[in-house]
Nanobody, 114 residues
Framework: QVQLVESGGGLVQAGGSLRLSCAAS??????MGWYRQAQGKQRELVAV???????TYAESVKGRFTISRVNAKNTVSLQMNSLKPEDTGVYYC??????????WGQGTQVTVSS
């Protein structure tokens, strides 16, 4: 059974930092990453990383967020610096198995106050 357990998140002032972590189990995962959903908006990609550490970032977070993973532990982390109020939302961990099935975490709230 595949499980994704997220940790981190919370309330921070603009300009501050937060770190999100996600531990996945139950399969071998190719791409892992983070998406977010602001209230009233569609879920959007934040950052993803392959097993070979190739990364893709949303333009809005480039230079501020860093994604990393430890393949042996099936974990993926997102270091978020210089946070802005527009970064507020529910952040979801996503992991794709080798055969293309996506799994999602329960989501963790990130709130950035101005």
């Amino acid at each position: 059974q595949v499980q994704l357990v997220e940790s981190g998140g919370g309330l921070v002032q603009a300009g501050g930092s937060l770190r999100l972590s996600c531990a996945a189990s139950g399969s071998i995962f190719g791409v892992m990453g983070w998406y977010r959903q602001a209230q009233g908006k569609q879920r959007e990609l934040v950052a993803v990383i392959t097993r070979g550490s190739t990364t893709t970032y949303a333009e809005s977070v480039k230079g501020r967020f860093t994604i990393s993973r430890v393949n042996a532990k099936n974990t993926v982390s997102l270091q978020m610096n210089s946070l802005k109020p527009e970064d507020t939302g529910v952040y979801y961990c996503c992991a794709r198995t080798s055969w293309g099935t996506d799994y999602w975490g329960q989501g963790t709230q990130v709130t950035v106050s101005s």
